[in-house]
């Protein structure tokens, strides 16, 4: 687990090779071979994500745009997957569609073994607040509650009691190393912090699935990589499902499996 | 739906955001309701004031003034032929008894120059009867006659409504200054051991206060209507020392004793130490008034043209004085003194002679004497309007007075046996300084008594008044008097209903005001709004969120409208109070001067009710931005958020 006081394997390596960007990179393409073979050793549950001929077409004026085309997917409880692509390419599409956030036009979406197309409205808000905890690339904290509130904000919307939101949430802010910075608002979090926030603040209500889009779009690399870190600690902890979404083939590398995206199509 | 913990913790959070467009909407928002929360607050506090300073004076007292429509109509009467024929005999007798009793005294009468009480028809080819002395009586009758019906309602009315006594009044000075009715005596004011210009009526058209103001406002009224305005230890009992007891506007009673009118700008504590030394040191203070009759006034005005008339020609060679000169008596309210007198024998037998004729019939003497009145009471002035303020609306509230001016009892009224004329004019209701009065036994009995039998008509849609209010059976203009006490028992349930409606008018224009600053929030928070979208909260969280929102700002806005309305009102009345405090005691002539007036009143109905409707309009105000809100895709807006 990385965190601010901590140095991550890849700060380790910055700083005993430092100055020397081939002995870096060397070096870090060695740590990441390492972490994929332990990956690929790794059991995964059921399958908690099926798509199958999975389309999305959008209307813009009289124009019809088919952002996803025909996809099909598995993924599987504690899977840690990287959806990757260039921008346009129907990854955010995908993630908004397995987040239950809108409805696909063509084929069908099993999350959790239910099929989210078919649930209404209240029940697709009770399916986001417990089985999908979302992160996004500008965090969404709320400025002007605290940290700990700001994690119990899901729990909130499960009615969940107060003292077991806060323990919680207690417990969650010491998991992404954040316990002294409970009180502080936002603002006065650094980026990195913040996002761990929401991480945080998504394993709230102990989702099947993390749905995070772009999540280290807002960071620099040394966050970047931590947070990629941070949700690969997760899934071991929590054997949480992690899809990212992200345009960064090397952050991308650090999931388990890599989904490319290309004109709405899966590629590889 | 979210715990409402939860919500408000949420909610509370918009209430952080654009603070500045917050103040602003809260202040442009509420500034209407402000004033409702002060009128409110003044509305309240003076009627409180008012009832409590009402248990002292005659504010608890519910008369109504009954003013007669349909009496006597002038152009009918005086174009009646069978009247014209009696006028026209009348004057025939008239010029036959005065060509005997000339004859019998040896003196010229000529018939062409006497004033004829039907005067020739004119282009209209109608004869007319013009009031003359000696055809007063024969009108009076039929003037009696057509306001029968008027008096037959007056009784009629007494037996359907709880009328526990009634009432009249007399001005005495019915037509402008006292005595400028033919036969009627003339009051002049003594100042200092003389007349203040005797003869030159016209000096007191304006006196509107002080000892100059009582030849023009001196009123009998009927003694139970008065006795509120009794000094301790005064009544209204008179003597045989020919002494009148008379109640005194305050500005001439402070006049009696020899002080001068306060200026405006004295402190509160200076009026109310006034105040007592003018209720302990003028109670049974009298005073002097000449009290001339139309001959005594015309001798008066003579000697005065005389005296001008040789002091303008005293150096003039030919000038020839008159024989007979008269001067003013160097003493106040005497008759003339013949100053130079060089008539022959003759001329003054046959002055004599012309006086004895004149005598007969009906001319009085030169008649004059000093009336002695004892201050028994004190009524306030009346108000002066001076530019609006809110001590003035309020003072204006005040009303316990039966009008303004002076009033005699009316127990006292054989005292002034000269004014009798006026007297039996009370059984006519033409003359509208007469008054008749019902008192009714409640506030309600009161109103249903106006509101059944005063005559209402449409001016526009034509007819003579008095015939239609004849026909309906209720020829009366009722109005309050004396108090405000019905019009203010009224007011209480009209000040509700108007404050209720203007708050609610207002409510929809603040309502439009604050949908500015809601919508904004809940624009600016689509993306929060997404985001709560997305981890878990449902269409009605986020409307428990913003309606919780909208609810705490209408509480901003009521918390400070009527904070801040009440502030004022304390505000206000810290500088009004103390003189509002000193108007009502001299208006309800209250025993108990450490009594308060305050404008700070509390009415929970009108409070809680404006404050409810604050927040109706917040919630109002939601209803738009909220519906569109949660109308939108989430995906949309983090999408366009980005």
């Given amino acids: ?268 | 739906m979210i715990r409402m913990s939860d919500a408000f913790t949420l909610s509370l959070t918009k209430l952080k955001t654009r603070r500045v467009r917050l103040i602003v909407t809260t202040v442009v928002s509420g500034l209407f309701f402000v004033v409702l929360a002060f009128a409110s607050s003044l509305f309240n506090g003076t009627i409180t004031s008012v009832e409590e300073f009402s248990d002292d004076g005659f504010g608890s007292r519910y008369i109504t003034r009954v003013d007669g429509i349909g009496g006597p109509n002038d152009y009918l009467l005086y174009e009646d032929k069978d009247l014209i024929a009696q006028a026209k005999i009348i004057d025939a007798d008239l010029i036959a008894r005065k060509k005997v009793v000339a004859k019998e005294l040896g003196i010229t009468y000529e018939p062409t120059l006497e004033q004829i009480s039907v005067f020739p028809a004119g282009p209209n080819g109608k004869e007319g009867i013009q009031e003359t002395p000696q055809v007063k009586e024969l009108l009076r009758g039929a003037k009696i006659e057509q306001s029968k019906g008027f008096f037959d309602a007056i009784e009629k009315a007494k037996d359907e409504y709880d009328v526990t006594q009634q009432y009249q009044s007399v001005a005495l000075n019915s037509n402008g200054p006292v005595g400028s009715t033919a036969n009627i005596p003339t009051l002049v004011v003594i100042k200092d051991g003389k007349e203040q210009n005797a003869g030159d009526s016209s000096q007191y058209q304006y006196a509107a206060t002080g000892i100059a103001s009582l030849p023009v406002g001196l009123t009998l009224m009927s003694d139970p209507v008065l006795e509120t305005f009794l000094l301790p230890d005064q009544t209204f009992i008179t003597d045989y020392s020919g002494v009148i007891p008379i109640v005194a506007p305050y500005t001439a009673a402070e006049e009696t004793l020899g002080l001068g009118k306060l200026p405006a700008t004295s402190s509160s504590e200076t009026r109310l130490e006034r105040l007592k030394e003018v209720r302990s040191k003028v109670s049974g203070k009298t005073f002097g008034i000449c009290l001339r009759n139309q001959a005594s006034l015309e001798r008066q005005q003579l000697a005065e043209q005389q005296q001008l008339e040789l002091e303008t020609n005293k150096n003039k060679k030919g000038y020839i004085k008159p024989d007979l000169v008269y001067e003013k008596s160097a003493s106040a309210c005497q008759d003339v003194v013949v100053q130079r007198d060089v008539r022959s024998a003759q001329t003054k037998k046959d002055t004599a002679k012309q006086e004895e004729f004149d005598r007969r019939f009906g001319k009085q003497d030169a008649s004059q004497r000093i009336l002695t009145f004892k201050i028994v009471g004190i009524v306030a002035d009346p108000p002066d309007f001076g530019g609006f303020s809110v001590k003035n609306l309020v003072g204006s509230l005040l009303t316990s007075n039966l009008g303004s001016g002076w009033f005699m009892p009316f127990s006292a009224k054989d005292k002034l046996p000269e004014f009798a004329p006026l007297y039996s004019d009370v059984d006519l209701i033409t003359n509208y300084n007469n008054g008749i009065y019902f008192e009714l036994s409640n506030p309600e009995e009161a109103k249903r008594f106006v509101k059944e039998k005063s005559c209402s008509f449409d001016f526009l849609s034509g007819g003579d008044p008095s015939v239609l209010c004849q026909e309906k059976g209720t020829p009366f203009f009722l109005s309050s008097f004396g108090s405000n006490s019905i019009a203010l028992n009224d007011a209480k349930t009209g000040f509700q209903k108007f404050y209720f409606r203007a708050a609610l008018v207002i409510a929809l224009i603040s309502a439009v005001i604050m949908m500015g600053t809601v919508g904004k929030v809940i624009s600016d928070s689509r993306r929060e709004t997404a985001v709560f979208r997305a981890i878990g909260a449902k269409r009605f969280d986020i409307a428990q969120i913003y309606i919780l929102y909208t609810f705490m700002l209408g509480v901003i806005v009521a918390l400070f409208s009527v904070g801040t309305g009440y502030l004022i009102a304390y505000i206000v009345n810290a500088r009004s109070a103390a003189g509002l405090t000193i108007d009502a005691l001299i208006v309800y002539n209250s025993s108990n001067l450490d009594r308060t007036f305050s404008i700070v009143g509390f009415n929970g109905k009108e409070i809680f009710g404006l404050v409810g409707i604050i927040i109706l309009a917040g919630l109002l105000s939601a209803v738009g931005p909220l519906v569109s809100n949660l109308k939108r895709n989430p995906i949309r807006d983090m999408r366009d958020e980005r």
């Avoid at chain 1, 700990?148 to 010491?174: C, D, H, I, W, Y």
Wanted: glycine residues 6%; charged residues 25%.
């Fill in chain 1, 1 to 268: 687990m990385s965190s601010e006081n901590q140095s991550t394997p890849e700060e380790v390596l910055l700083k005993k090779y430092a100055g020397n960007i081939d002995e870096i990179m060397s070096a870090l393409t060695a740590l990441q071979n390492k972490k994929k073979a332990s990956k690929n050793n790794r059991q995964y549950g059921d399958s908690v994500v099926v798509t199958s001929n999975l389309s999305k077409i959008y209307k813009v004026g009289k124009q019809k745009i088919k952002a996803l085309d025909n996809v099909s997917l598995d993924i599987k409880q504690g899977e840690y997957v990287a959806i990757t692509g260039a921008s346009g390419s129907g990854k955010s599409t995908l993630l908004q569609l397995i987040g239950a956030l809108d409805k696909p036009s063509e084929g069908s979406i099993e999350v959790v073994t239910k099929d989210i197309s078919k649930l209404s409205d209240r029940a697709l808000s009770k399916f986001r607040n417990q089985t999908i905890g979302f992160v996004f690339q500008f965090f969404y904290l709320q400025p002007f509650l605290n940290l700990k509130t700001n994690l119990e904000v899901p729990g909130m919307f499960a009615r969940t009691k107060r003292k077991e939101r806060q323990k919680t949430a207690e417990s969650l802010a010491s998991s992404v190393s954040l316990s002294d910075r409970l009180t502080h608002l936002p603002n006065e979090l650094s980026g990195g912090q913040m996002q761990r926030a929401a991480i945080a603040r998504a394993l709230m209500n102990k989702p099947n699935i993390i749905l995070a889009d772009e999540p280290t779009g807002n960071l620099d690399r040394k966050n970047a990589f931590a947070i990629m870190d941070l949700f690969d600690t997760v899934r071991d902890t929590f054997n949480t499902t992690v899809i990212v979404v992200t345009h960064d083939a090397e952050l991308a590398s650090r999931a388990d499996r890599e989904i490319k995206m290309q004109d709405g199509r899966v590629v590889s």
